[in-house]
């Protein structure tokens, strides 16, 4: 079972956008812009944010329905992938650095996917 909630809903929104300004900008430019990485700087601090309010929601009592463990794997992956692919595309500037911002707002929504499907 699948619920939509306000934390998902934004978090697709700002994975959506940085995927399509990193897919655009693949597609038009030689090197990643302002643009490309201020989508995985949204990204990242959207999951912070979101790690903050779901320690709060376990701590409150809103128990993670599955394995927790899997739960803060998955977010503390999550974590991890814009300021990789980040530091990636300002230390190669190439186009495909951009087609990596791409790739980071992609894996970064499929996880929060799944890091939904535990919660719930």
Not at 22 to 36: G, L, S
Not at 38 to 58: K, M, S, W
Request: hydrophobic share 60%; charged share 10%.
């Amino acid at each position: 079972m699948f619920a939509l909630n306000g934390f998902f809903i934004a978090g697709a929104v700002i994975c959506a956008l940085a995927l399509v300004v990193a897919v655009v900008a693949t597609a038009i430019r030689k090197h990643p812009d302002d643009w490309a990485l201020i989508g995985a700087a949204c990204t990242e601090v959207f999951l912070v944010v979101y790690g903050i309010a779901a320690a709060i929601r376990q701590g409150a009592g809103n128990a993670v329905q599955g394995d927790p463990w899997e739960f803060w794997g998955y977010l503390v992956t999550a974590l991890v992938m814009p300021p990789v692919a980040f530091f990636w595309a300002i230390s190669e500037k190439s186009r495909w650095s951009n087609a990596v911002l791409g790739a980071s707002a992609l894996v970064t929504f499929i996880m929060l996917f799944r890091m939904e499907q535990i919660w719930h």
